[in-house]
């Protein structure tokens, strides 16, 4: 299975940025596609944003279309998550995932997801 470790959370002021990363090892990490999510203390965890294998095919949360980007270099084993225009309410622990992909174009729905991360805090002051 894949091991997922991310990084580049921190504590930034609303209007700031950050740049995820999701680290991947133990299998091709070309296999698989990926997905953000995030979750706020006393909320569910909800959905971000998803990649497909080839990285030709993203599926975002409406509340941050147009804020963040997902991306990934296979070459790299890596996703990240570009986070702009921050905002209070973006705070939260962000967790990316993994599941095996059989189609270099599918977007798995949230509960497809089979493998996790630890997370990363993302902290935005008003």
């Known amino acids: 299975q894949v091991q997922l470790v991310e990084s580049g959370g921190g504590l930034v002021q609303a209007g700031g940025s950050l740049r995820l990363s999701c680290a991947a090892s133990?299998?091709?990490?070309?296999?698989?596609?990926m997905g953000w999510f995030r979750q706020s203390p006393g909320k569910d965890r909800e959905f971000v944003a998803a990649i497909s294998r080839s990285g030709g095919f993203t599926s975002y949360a409406d509340s941050v279309k147009g804020r963040f980007t997902i991306s990934r270099v296979n070459a790299k084993n890596t996703a990240y998550l570009q986070v702009d225009s921050l905002l209070p309410e973006d705070t939260a622990v962000y967790y990316c995932?993994?599941?095996?992909?059989?189609?270099?174009?599918?977007?798995?729905?949230?509960?497809?997801?089979?493998?996790w991360g630890q997370g990363t805090q993302v902290t935005v002051s008003s």
């Open positions: 995932a993994a599941v095996e992909a059989g189609s270099t174009s599918w977007i798995p729905r949230p509960l497809e997801y089979r493998y």
């Open positions: 133990g299998r091709t990490f070309s296999d698989y596609a």
